[in-house]
Each structure stands twice: as C-alpha cells, then as structure tokens.
C-alpha cells in the first residue's frame, strides 16, 4: 500500500506529507484547499507529463515521494530489474520526483536515477487512480470487453489470442512485403522473360567479339588479301624474278669469293639462313591464303550474325561483357522471382493456418466472456441497487465481431434504471451521477479480480447525496475491508464517516502567501471535520458524532 505522500512547492502546497494507513483513507477540505494537489502529486509519482507551471510561484523545482510497502513485490521487482535498477528492499519502494522551472527534471526509483517510462511501467502494479473525468472510459467498448475479459479470468485465453494476432500481423506484413505490387511484378516476370528469349535466341559466347570482328573483316576483304598475298608469294618464291633466285646467285657468286677471301665462307651460312626463312614465310602465306575464300554466303551470314550482337550490345551493352553480364542477371532474377512465387505460397499457407488458429483462440476467448457476461451484468446490477437504483438492471451483451487485437466480440453495456425504461448504452446516459455510480459498482466489483494494491477515488461520489452518498461510503468501506487500500477525496459527510483514516486539507494565508496543510485528524477533530461538511453549529456537531459512531460497524453488521 501506499504509506506516505511528500508534496514540496507543488501549486499551493510549499510543504505537505501524508502517511496513509490500510483501509479506507477519506480526504476532506474546502474546494480550493489543494485536494487536487494531492492527486497531481500521485500523477506525477506514477509517470505522468510534468507541467513546470504546476511548481509554485518563486520556487525553482516542486518535489513529490512516495513510499510503497508491498506485500508481494515480486511484478515490481522483476520491472526493475529489466531496468537494471535495484530491488525493492523487504517490500519497501520509493519513488522521488523533482519538476524544474529550468525543464531539468530527475527521477530516481529506489535512490537510483530512472525514467518517467519505468514510473509509467510500474504504474499498474502500484495505484489505480479513477476521477470524475475516469467516468468517461467506462463508455469505451474497448473498455468495456477488458472489463469483462478481466471479470471472466480470461487472462490466458485473451493473452493466447493477442499472442496469435500478432503473429498473424506478422505473416500478413511479411506477405505484404512479398507480394509488392502485384501488377508491377508480373510486368517485371513479362519484361524478363521476354530479354531472357531475346537474347537466349542469339546465344552469345565470348567468340561474338573480337574473333567474330576479325572474321568478318577478312570476309570483307577476301578479293584484296588473296591478291595483295599472291603478289607476295610470287615475288618471294614462286614468280619470275623473285627473291629467292636473286639469293641463289647471290649464293654462287658468294661461292667464287670463297676461294678468294677465306672468311666468306661464314657468310654463306647467313645467306642460307636469310633462303630458308623467305621460303618458309612464302608457304605461311599460302597456307593463310588457302584459308581465305570470298563467299558470299559466308559473308552474308557474317554480317548478320554481327548485326544480331550489335543490336544485343546496344540495348544490353555497351559491351559483349556487359550483355553476357546481363544474360546471367536476368536468369538469376527469375530463378529469384520464381523461387519467392513459392514462398508466397508458403506464406499465404501460413497466414491461413494462422488465421484458423486465431479463429479457434477467439472462440475460447468468447466462450469465457460470454459465460461471464450475465455474471458480472448480475454483479453490477446488485451494486447498483445498493447504490440507490433500487430497481435497476444492468445488461451485457456479447456480440460477434470482426477479428480485431482484442478479440471476434464487443461487449455492449446498457443500464435500465427503472422497470419499463429501455435499456440505454451507457454513452446515453446524461447523468454524470449515474455514470459515477455505475464507475463505483464496476470497480467494487474489479477489485476482487485486480492485483492494483492502492485504489484512489477523486470525488466519485460528485452529484450524489443522501443516502446514496452514505452508500457510496459504505461501499468503499467494504471494497478497503477486502484487502485494498482504498484513497478518496470527498465532499460528502455521509460517505467521509466511513474512512478508517481521515486527512484534512485546508489553506491559509502567511506572510502574504497562500499555504495549503494536510493533516490527519485524531476523532475529536474528525468530528469538527464532518460537522463542517454538514454546515456547522451545535446541531451538526451532535449529527457529526452520531454518524461517527453508527459508521464503525463490526463486521457481522457489514454483512462479511
């Protein structure tokens, strides 16, 4: 429960603590006394936005701690060790936070610097603050099927099915991705296809470049390289005059200069040498010309063949390489789009064995809550006829839904406030009473079914008096008497009488200032206290101790 409350230059408050007791906690006071204060305290410890305009004029920080002791810390402790921050020592959680005008504010959980995220996470565990503005979320379907899902202990069921939505997202999400544009990735299997046979019918290999030009240039010119080459051969070895006689009688005149001049005999070897190599270039080049055949079908087939790798080379290219290159990008492409057509497959296989799984999670789910919907409509409707609506229902019914994050239902709340009324959703209801009274009875009734320690009720009994605010009262008792600790602001003196532990909260004005004070009043001051709630005088005093002491039951009066 919560044990104590420190306020420092928070709006009117300059310095306030409050050291809260189990049970029914009432908080009483003027309007304006700073009751508000107390709960924008507890916001703030429980990781709300800070508003530097809530710290109090001419202080340079406001300040709030809390201090918890837990009877089973364990949901706390695990929070905090994620967040590497210690433990709660024996049950004990203390939680600072300090606001400044400078905008530097500083958390610390358990003295250890921490986040407004980690106050947010630890919220739940801690305190369940519900004001008059709460009253609202009661006329949210979405929490009104939580409602019924946490009064039907359908915790597993609800959280098998969000476990099964969401990895029903994900499949979807990743089929999504997969698929793309559908039309878009058929015109790209059509374009890839198509440059695939293009190409494929050409079949291009590394001798379409360079080896094919050369091929193509001596077919060109076939008529001149067999005349220019003749006309070689000829003047070499094979025409009238050629080379090779003039080096024959070189020979025998080198023969006759023999006998004269002795060293000439080396040179003979030379210009034999010089004979051998013009005989073999002349039958290199007749062998060449022999391959050399001006055809004019080959010469045809060349150029068409270099006309189809050029125009390969153009939409492809610059290059043979760049073609080949993309030859081989286009077939992996399509093995790649061919191969993911199947994962397709397998995803929309998946997603549909995950969307009958989730089906199937649904339905449990909906067994559970539609079993306890005329429960809790029975719970509520009993609650509310101790709060006044004496002859009052409450229906609940369960509707099937599109599959959503929370379930194939939504829960439709109606309030039938008198026999031959027609039951009204409750977003029809126009009383902000009635909504309060209603808030009431659902959180007497969560209670039993919520691990929150702490519950505060900011002026829930608003627009109520009279008996029913005595009932009000009474109500909260029994939900403290169950184990909850229970903090709530009142303006009614028959529900004020209930509290096991009563705070005043009161303002004056010091040395020019406004200063609000919270204390807590021993039971002749809770008289006084109550009294004043009542208009004060001899009278109110006499009725104040008269409601004091009727409102202390035992528990056989209180029906436990």
Excluded at 188 to 193: D, F, I, K, P
Excluded at 205 to 213: V, Y
Excluded at 299 to 320: C, D, F, N, S
Aim: hydrophobic residues 45%.
């Amino acid at each position: 429960m919560l044990v104590r409350l420190e306020v420092r230059n928070l709006a009117v408050v300059e310095a306030a603590e409050a050291l809260f007791g189990p049970g029914l906690n009432v908080i009483t006071g003027e309007t304006g006394a700073g009751k508000s204060v107390l709960m924008g305290a507890l916001h703030l410890i429980l990781g709300e936005r800070a508003d530097r305009a809530a710290i109090r004029t001419g202080a340079d920080e406001a300040a709030v701690c809390a201090v918890y002791e837990l009877a089973d810390p364990r949901a706390v402790d695990a929070a905090l060790r994620e967040a590497g921050l210690p433990a709660c020592e024996e049950g004990t959680l203390i939680l600072r936070r300090v606001v400044a005008a400078n905008g530097s504010g500083r958390i610390r959980v358990n003295d250890a610097p921490a986040t407004a995220a980690l106050l947010r996470r630890l919220a739940p565990f801690l305190t369940d603050i519900h004001g008059p503005n709460d009253n609202l979320s009661l006329l949210d379907e979405g929490f009104q099927l939580r409602l019924l899902t946490a009064y039907a202990g359908a915790g597993r069921e609800a959280a098998d099915y969000a476990a099964r939505w969401e990895a029903l997202q994900a499949l979807r999400a990743r089929l999504r991705e997969a698929e793309g544009d559908p039309g878009a990735r058929a015109a790209e299997l059509e374009r890839l296809a198509y440059e695939l046979e293009e190409i494929r019918q050409v079949n291009p290999t590394e001798e379409d470049g360079e080896p094919l030009t050369e091929r193509h240039r001596a077919a060109a010119n076939a008529g001149e390289i067999l005349t220019l080459g003749s006309a070689l051969t000829e003047g070499l070895t094979d025409g009238e005059g050629a080379v090779a006689e003039r080096l024959m009688e070189l020979h025998r005149a080198l023969r006759a200069l023999e006998g004269l001049l002795p060293e000439a005999a080396g040179w003979g070897e030379e210009l034999t040498s010089a004979q051998v190599q013009l005989q073999e270039l002349s039958r290199t080049i007749a062998v060449r010309l022999s391959q050399v055949e001006a055809d004019p079908e080959e010469m045809e087939r060349l150029e068409a063949r270099l006309g189809q790798i050029q125009r390969l080379r153009r939409k492809y290219g610059p290059t043979l390489e760049d073609v080949l290159a993309h030859w081989r990008a286009v077939g992996e492409r399509l093995r790649t789009l061919n191969d993911r057509e199947g994962d397709i497959e397998g995803l929309r296989r998946q997603a549909a064995e995950a969307e009958a799984a989730l089906r199937r999670a649904g339905e449990a789910l909906r067994a559970r809550r539609a079993e306890a919907a005329p429960r809790l409509s029975a719970a509520i409707t009993a609650e509310l006829r101790d709060l006044g609506f004496a002859q009052a229902s409450f229906p609940i019914a369960l509707e099937a839904a599109e599959p959503g994050p929370s379930g194939m239902d939504r829960a439709i709340f109606r309030f039938e406030p008198n026999p031959g009324e027609a039951a009204r959703p409750l977003a029809a209801i126009a009383s902000s009473g009635e909504i309060a009274r209603v808030m009431l009875a659902v959180k007497v009734i969560l209670a039993r079914h919520d691990a929150t320690p702490t519950l505060v009720f900011d002026e829930i009994d608003a627009n109520v008096g009279g008996e029913t605010g005595r009932k009000v009262g009474e109500k909260l008792r029994r939900l403290a008497e169950g184990g909850t600790q229970v903090l709530c602001i009142t303006h009614q003196p028959q529900a004020a009488v209930w509290g096991q532990t009563h705070f005043r909260v009161s303002k004056a004005v010091e040395a020019g200032r406004t200063v609000t004070r919270v204390e807590r009043l021993a039971p002749e001051a809770r008289v006084g206290e109550v009294a004043r709630m009542l208009g004060g005088g001899d009278a109110a005093l006499r009725h104040a101790e008269a409601m004091l002491a009727a409102q202390n039951p035992t528990q056989t009066e209180l029906g436990l």
